[in-house]
């Protein structure tokens, strides 16, 4: 595996993204490949800002722990590491992880915070989802993918591309956890205004500034007055449940805000739960 063990920053060659850039028109970037620039170093360093780790510890519980240890999971592959949180959580409760991300920036503050946050020394993959396989060869009891990460992707054929490298990294019982914001509500009924469970830090905001059936564009504002934009594509959830289905997993079950049963737009944030057998 490409990057695993320990690692410094130099391993990675960061590049130097000082600040974001969409070009004259935001509204036409819509394209998988630009999410590593939009995880620029100032962003990332807000990230945690944004997320709050000890809210977000909170507010989930033991939801996805409980979850992956009800089907005897073992092994995690977390394909959106981000900053660490789920990574560090995982490895604190036992999980043998490996913590993978195509942004550099990411997975640097992400071994970062593995040190500071009890000493753990995280085992990370720098690969696109894409061609995850490149990188990673072992099999796993479990993958995640979450903190609404599969939204980057732009075009059908790279979600389809990028589900089917997870199943394959699954053992033969494996189960994919991959959550997302319940866009559906947002397109059909405009945006809530909720901050829940994973923008928490209560002086950030983060809204959608634009929405059309093929972009959500979020803008993030913190307390210093800086601001940082995503361009994500707008998954509606029978959507992803069909391509899930259509890649091979068998079943699949999806939580509303960590609930089995919810109103189709009450949850801020969905679940979805596939088992490759
Ligand atoms: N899971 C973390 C959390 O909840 O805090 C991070 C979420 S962040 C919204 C999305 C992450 O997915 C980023 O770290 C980004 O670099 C990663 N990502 C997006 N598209 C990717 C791709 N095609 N391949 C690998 N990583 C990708």
């Known amino acids: 595996m490409k990057g695993v063990g320990a690692v410094d920053k130099g391993e990675f060659q ?17 394209d998988t490949d ?3 620039n939009e995880y620029v ?4 360093e807000k990230w945690d800002e944004l997320i709050d780790w000890k809210k977000r510890y909170a507010s989930e519980g033991s939801f996805f722990i409980d979850l992956l240890r009800s089907y005897g999971v073992k092994s995690v592959l977390d394909v959106a590491t981000g900053t660490g949180f789920h990574s560090v959580r995982l490895i604190e409760e036992g999980f043998d992880t490996v913590s993978v991300d195509g942004s ?33 060869h072992g099999q796993f009891d479990a993958v995640v993918c979450l903190g609404n ?8 054929q790279d979600r389809r591309k990028a589900l089917a ?33 994973y923008y928490c830090g209560e002086e950030v905001t983060a809204e959608p500034e634009y929405i059309d059936e093929g972009l959500a564009r979020f803008r993030y504002r913190f307390p210093d007055n800086s601001q940082y ?16 289905q259509e890649v091979g997993f068998q079943r699949v079950e999806t939580y ?8 189709a737009d009450e949850p801020d944030f969905l679940i979805h739960v596939a088992e490759k057998r």
């Open 41 to 44: 170093k100032g962003f990332v």
């Open 149 to 156: 990460s599969f939204t980057h992707l732009f075009s059908e």
């Open 34 to 36: 630009h999410y590593t």
């Open 104 to 136: 550099a920036e990411m997975l640097a503050k992400a071994f970062e915070n593995g040190l500071a946050y009890g000493g753990h020394i995280l085992r990370v993959v720098h690969a696109d989802w894409r061609w995850l396989n490149k990188d990673v």
């Open 256 to 263: 509303g805000d960590f609930q089995e049963t919810f109103k």
């Open 229 to 244: 934009h995503l361009n994500m594509f707008p998954l509606r959830k029978d959507y992803t449940r069909r391509l899930l």
């Open 165 to 197: 490298e997870f199943y394959a990294v699954l053992k033969h019982d494996g189960i994919l956890i991959l959550d997302q914001r319940n866009y559906d509500a947002i397109l059909d009924n405009g945006f809530s205004g909720k901050h829940t469970y």
């Open 14 to 30: 960061i590049e130097a993204h000082p600040a974001q850039e969409f070009g004259p028109d935001p509204l036409t970037v819509r």
